[in-house]
C-alpha cells in the first residue's frame, strides 16, 4: 500500500486554545522545539472565534517523515494549554 502523504512535504497543523497569555507565541515555541529550528512568521496565522474566548494557530512546516508528523501530535497531546488539535 502507498504512504498517503509523500515526505518531505509542507504539512498544516491547527492548534486551538484559550485566548489568553500569547497562546501564538506559546505554539510558535512549542513548534520551534519539536522541530528544532525557528518557525517563520509567515509559517504561522491565528484566527480567534467568534466570541474570543478560543483562538485557532495554523503551523505549516516541513516534515520529513511519517514518524515525524506523529512525534509531533503526540507532543500536542501532552500539552495542557491546547485543547484541540488538527
Do not use: N, W
Not at 503551523?59 to 511519517?66: G, I, Q, T
Amino acid at each position: 500500500m502507498a504512504a498517503l502523504i509523500e515526505y518531505p512535504t509542507v504539512y498544516t497543523f491547527k492548534v486551538m486554545g484559550l485566548q489568553e497569555g500569547g497562546f501564538q507565541d506559546y505554539v510558535r515555541q512549542l513548534f520551534r522545539r519539536l522541530m528544532g529550528t525557528e518557525i517563520s512568521p509567515d509559517s504561522i496565522s491565528e484566527q480567534p472565534s467568534s466570541r474570543g474566548k478560543y483562538v485557532s494557530v495554523t503551523v505549516s512546516v516541513v516534515l520529513l517523515s511519517e514518524e515525524q508528523r506523529r512525534s509531533i501530535y503526540s507532543a500536542l497531546h501532552q500539552e495542557k494549554r491546547v485543547l484541540y488539535y488538527l
